[in-house]
């Protein structure tokens, strides 16, 4: 069944993209091919219950390779895969992750009627399956974790994915808040890590991350240009794009000549780049 984001409009907004596309890249009838690592949000946020053990599964299975995740601290200190600050968008009631403890968050279920995973869960599944991309988000600041909790969790979230990592794949711990990126950098100065930014990619954006020591910036495909994308992967930055809600926004991020772009419809993107775009390999 085709996916319900293959509408007359859609199509031909991507078609207008991809015509540009092929201008911008291909000037030469069909000799060269953009390559770019497509990754699924929360799993496939707009395809699949977000970030539960049933979405993994289910995108996994049709082929996707590379994830994006969030991950959380209960009230007891274990490591919770959850978005949001408040369970009322996706379980329906008061509360967050950081409010009760595992067992509490165990006897949840998302409105769909998933439980919620711990991290545990994630790179168990993940363990035996290499050559895969994860960003694992840390989401500290909101509610803002004191010192104390953010150590703690900064020093498992880093034992707990690498000690589990299968040889061939790359996990990245990333992160709109500073201080989980400057812990980690001076504690584990091999860890891999992005810095996200809510805004496109400027020069400021790329100091900034330079000043954390971090060579891949996670910014808004909106606002952001393909002579700035240029820039930043000349003075060595690795450029991930988002937020990736439909067809369009992943072309308009291959237009701009992005390394890695973010999609909530990892398989609707699939789909299309299969049937319609073969001179884009996605990694």
Same mark, same amino acid.
């Given at each position: 069944?085709?996916?319900?984001?293959?509408?007359?409009?859609?199509?031909?907004? *991507?078609?207008?993209?991809?015509?540009?596309?092929?201008?911008?890249?291909?000037?030469?009838?069909? $000799?060269?091919?953009?390559?770019?690592?497509? @990754?699924?949000? !929360?799993?496939?946020?707009?395809?699949?219950?977000?970030?539960?053990?049933?979405? @993994?599964?289910?995108?996994?299975?049709?082929?996707?390779?590379?994830?994006?995740?969030?991950? !959380?601290?209960?009230?007891?200190?274990?490591?919770?895969?959850?978005?949001? #600050?408040?369970?009322? !968008?996706?379980?329906?009631?008061?509360?967050?992750?950081?409010?009760?403890?595992?067992?509490?968050?165990?006897? =949840?279920?998302?409105?769909?009627?998933?439980?919620?995973?711990?991290?545990?869960?994630?790179?168990?599944?993940?363990?035996?399956?290499?050559?895969?991309?994860?960003?694992?988000?840390?989401?500290?600041?909101?509610?803002?974790?004191?010192?104390?909790?953010?150590?703690?969790?900064?020093? %498992? =979230?880093?034992?707990?994915?690498?000690?589990?990592?299968?040889?061939?794949?790359?996990?990245? =711990?990333?992160?709109?808040?500073?201080?989980?990126?400057?812990?980690?950098?001076?504690?584990?100065?091999?860890? #891999?890590?992005?810095?996200?930014?809510?805004?496109?990619?400027?020069?400021?954006?790329? #100091?900034?991350?330079? %000043?954390?020591?971090?060579?891949?910036?996670?910014? $808004?495909?909106?606002?952001?240009?393909?002579?700035?994308?240029?820039?930043?992967?000349?003075?060595?930055?690795?450029? $991930?794009?988002?937020?990736?809600?439909?067809?369009?926004?992943?072309?308009?991020?291959?237009?701009?000549?992005?390394?890695?772009?973010?999609?909530?419809?990892?398989?609707?993107?699939?789909?299309?780049?299969?049937? *319609?775009?073969?001179?884009?390999?996605?990694?």
């Amino acid at each position: 069944m085709k996916s319900t984001y293959f509408t007359k409009t859609t199509n031909c907004n *991507n078609i207008f993209l991809f015509m540009i596309f092929l201008f911008a890249f291909i000037p030469e009838g069909f $000799s060269q091919k953009a390559e770019v690592k497509l @990754f699924a949000h !929360r799993a496939g946020a707009h395809e699949y219950d977000e970030n539960t053990m049933s979405a @993994f599964k289910a995108t996994y299975e049709k082929g996707i390779r590379g994830y994006e995740t969030d991950v !959380r601290l209960s009230k007891d200190g274990q490591l919770v895969i959850f978005h949001d #600050d408040t369970f009322e !968008r996706i379980v329906g009631i008061k509360g967050g992750i950081e409010d009760l403890t595992l067992a509490e968050i165990k006897k =949840l279920k998302t409105k769909k009627g998933n439980p919620i995973p711990t991290l545990d869960e994630v790179v168990a599944f993940f363990k035996d399956k290499p050559g895969v991309y994860i960003e694992f988000e840390m989401k500290t600041n909101k509610p803002m974790y004191s010192d104390e909790d953010l150590h703690k969790y900064c020093d %498992e =979230l880093y034992k707990k994915t690498y000690s589990n990592k299968p040889e061939g794949s790359d996990y990245i =711990l990333t992160s709109f808040d500073k201080r989980p990126l400057q812990y980690l950098k001076k504690t584990y100065p091999k860890v #891999d890590m992005l810095f996200i930014k809510g805004e496109g990619l400027s020069q400021k954006v790329v #100091d900034e991350a330079k %000043e954390l020591g971090i060579n891949r910036i996670g910014a $808004s495909v909106h606002g952001t240009t393909r002579n700035m994308v240029i820039e930043a992967k000349k003075q060595g930055i690795t450029v $991930s794009l988002w937020p990736g809600r439909s067809i369009d926004d992943f072309l308009l991020g291959v237009y701009l000549g992005s390394d890695y772009l973010c999609s909530d419809v990892p398989i609707a993107v699939t789909e299309w780049v299969k049937e *319609n775009a073969p001179e884009i390999k996605l990694k």
